[in-house]
């Protein structure tokens, strides 16, 4: 983002402080609902989305993510229900020149270069974005030494950088990646990670549609699970994991040390190895219980931390509807 957009954000959270409101989110929306024929696609999807906050957006095929993505970025009309972009109607054009956006599918002229394809994007938007800039965007997606290639010679995890690049080119407050490292290897989604990571460093708001739910636990403050075209659970990781666990392998435990463990949280038992339950994520509570247990004359042969995994908890919410929704 450059200085003058930077400071044109500024001056709007100074203003909403001096009024005495808080700021407005770079994304609001209530009650979205969309029927095509008898297919009810999403049904009553509320969020918002902060300014330099990642949300992660999850669910199966078929639970409505797209056709809310497509509803914020004003691209369909919802049938019921609100949507604010950037403090403006996501129908206001206004505020849709601050917003990049990756779809899953898309296909780029395979005769211009990639430096064209993105001057090209550029006039379509309207917005003035110098010739060094530009190229600064495909330096960020590892394409600078590939500006002039043509397009049609691009693997498709080039296309796929040269996508990022021009989500990413204009003066933005408000990205929005569906799937962005489907075609990527390894490297090229750590690559996304850090762009993601530095979006949210410098203020910009960042909605992650994907299927990697590794990548969405790594980079994500919040989670919003979809199901069915309604939102099944959403909540920052700890809310919705809950817990974590760590696992001790002792020996020579006395009987008040299985009540230590039993006053930490749920133990359950393999042989030498306890794995316990922790309520909370307290940075204490691990070296405590272990400082107790060597005291108690237990032998303390390995400490493993673990936790239940975002794919884990999204499996069983969506098997059995459990998790409820958080604001």
Not at 55 to 75: D, H
Not at 132 to 143: D, F, H, I, S
Not at 230 to 240: C, I
Request: proline residues 6%; charged residues 25%.
């Amino acid at each position: 983002m450059s200085e003058a957009a930077l400071g044109e954000a500024a001056l709007r959270g100074a203003a909403e402080l001096v009024a005495g409101l808080p700021p407005a989110p770079a994304v609001r929306c209530t009650g979205l609902r969309k029927r095509y024929g008898r297919r009810t696609a999403v049904d009553g999807v509320s969020l918002q989305i902060g300014h330099g906050e990642v949300v992660g957006l999850l669910g199966p095929n078929g639970a409505g993510k797209t056709t809310v993505i497509k509803m914020l970025l004003g691209l369909v009309r919802p049938d019921a229900g609100e949507v604010m972009l950037l403090g403006r109607p996501a129908t206001d054009p206004a505020a849709r020149s601050r917003v990049g956006y990756l779809p899953e599918l898309f296909r780029y002229q395979p005769w211009l270069s990639a430096a064209e394809v993105l001057a090209l994007h550029v006039r379509l938007s309207g917005i003035e974005v110098p010739a060094a800039e530009q190229r600064e965007a495909l330096a960020l997606v590892g394409l600078d030494a590939r500006a002039g290639d043509r397009v049609g010679g691009f693997s498709k995890g080039m296309q796929q950088r040269l996508g990022l690049a021009v989500a990413l080119v204009a003066r933005l407050e408000f990205v929005v990646l569906d799937e962005p490292t489907s075609a990527l290897d390894p490297l090229g989604r750590v690559d996304v990670r850090d762009i993601v990571l530095s979006l949210r460093e410098r203020g910009i708001a960042v909605l992650l549609n994907s299927h990697l739910i590794g990548e969405v636990e790594r980079v994500c403050d919040r989670v919003v699970i979809l199901d069915r075209g309604r939102v099944a659970a959403s909540g920052t990781l700890l809310e919705l994991l809950g817990q974590h666990e760590v696992r001790l392998h002792l020996t020579g435990l006395p009987p008040a040390g299985q009540a230590r463990l039993a006053a930490a949280g749920r133990v359950e038992r393999e042989g030498d190895w306890f794995t316990v339950a922790l309520p909370a994520d307290d940075e204490d509570t691990v070296p405590d219980l272990v400082r107790d247990l060597a005291g108690l004359g237990a032998r303390v042969h390995a400490v493993e931390p673990g936790r239940i995994s975002l794919e884990e908890r999204l499996l069983g919410i969506l098997r059995d509807g459990t998790g409820g929704t958080r604001p």
